[in-house]
């Protein structure tokens, strides 16, 4: 963060280096806000300005690492300070608190199962990946799926705005859909639309925080690996693949689709939603390169581009739309297809 206009221009014109930045304190200010999500600093001071006296005894702290913690927070824009109190600024209030109705808190805490999976230097060395899901444990998982949904509530109106939904849609297959948050969405909008929610670990809905909409009643959960659960022909509508398929590599994405197009009606819809890798080098943008490197090592994966993504639907006997880019996050794109009304006859 520049500081002064000497330091704004230092950083423009290269004379100060950023990547000691990067790599010094970019780790220390992310150390720092997970620190204060997790022992509850932000949620204490959504109810009010606080000393350090007072958050240290509340969130049960030691008063002198508080008072390291606040001010550090503090430099970095995240809290006030006057009369001797620290609060939140408008920034950390809207985002931070988990009761917030923006909160990402959740997704906050999801960064600390990121951190155990970053080991790029052993991934560099030997091309070996390690097995993110099969190496969470009950406790992460939960973690885990909150932290999506947090994520998931910062784009989830507008996915379900831009999803096609065929007329009189009765049936909804979220494939990795985790929390559910997606299907809720989708019921709520679509009062006739049933869901049924298929992943390697499912959440409670209390756990989940988002058992407070009639719609749950039309989601079912069910523990299962896509990639080889039974799905019923002709069966569904709908079929969302959400936030998936980095975590697969081609030959696997291939036989889902394939599952999945045979799990459609004639006139549905496989909607894939996922961050799309640039088609060049030359277009490669920061939070999808960043992101392709990291499931490469968590995963033994990488982000697909939106052509990958058609020729796999269209090698399923699906008609591919235009990738429709998120607001929020451009480099997420919801990527359609859908089965055609005479795929019998077509041969399909």
């Not at 300005?49 to 824009?77: D, F, I, M, W």
């Not at 885990?144 to 994520?151: E, M, N, V």
């Not at 819809?269 to 992101?291: C, K, P």
């Amino acid at each position: 963060m520049p500081e002064t206009v000497a330091e704004w221009i230092g950083l423009k014109l290269g004379f100060i280096p950023r990547p000691l930045g990067d790599v010094f304190l970019g780790p220390l200010l992310a150390r720092t806000v997970l620190a204060a999500s997790s022992l509850g600093v932000f949620d204490l001071l959504a109810h009010g300005p606080r000393t350090v006296e007072q958050v240290s005894a509340e969130c049960g702290n030691h008063t002198t690492a508080a008072s390291k913690l606040l001010r550090a927070l503090y430099a970095s824009g995240y809290l006030t300070w006057r009369n001797g109190r620290y609060g939140l600024t408008r920034m950390a209030k809207r985002w931070l608190p988990s009761r917030s109705p923006a909160s990402i808190h959740f997704a906050i805490l999801h960064r600390e199962i990121d951190f155990r999976f970053m080991d790029f230097e052993r991934y560099l060395r030997t091309g070996e990946a390690r097995d993110f899901h099969q190496e969470l444990g009950e406790e992460e998982w939960v973690r885990y799926h909150l932290g999506q949904a947090s994520q998931a509530r910062l784009i989830v109106q507008e996915v379900v705005r831009r999803i096609p939904v065929p007329a009189g849609a009765s049936k909804m297959l979220d494939l990795g859909g985790g929390h559910g948050l997606y299907s809720r969405a989708m019921s709520e909008r679509y009062p006739g639309l049933h869901s049924t929610v298929m992943d390697l670990a499912t959440p409670l809905l209390q756990e989940t925080s988002m058992a407070d909409s009639g719609a749950d009643a039309r989601v079912r959960f069910q523990k299962a690996d896509i990639l080889t659960a039974p799905l019923d022909a002709e069966s569904a509508d709908l079929v969302l693949v959400a936030n998936v398929i980095h975590h697969f590599d081609e030959s696997a994405n291939r036989r889902l689709f394939r599952r999945a197009a045979g799990a459609l009606r004639p006139g549905g819809f496989l909607v894939v939603l996922d961050v799309t890798r640039a088609g060049s080098i030359s277009e490669s943008h920061q939070i999808e390169a960043l992101m392709d490197l990291y499931f490469g090592a968590a995963s033994g994966a990488q982000l697909w581009t939106v052509t990958e993504i058609q020729s796999w639907q269209q090698e399923a006997g699906l008609l591919p739309f235009s990738p429709v880019a998120l607001r929020l996050l451009p480099d997420c794109k919801i990527q359609s297809a859908r089965k055609p009304m005479d795929h019998l006859k077509a041969g399909c």
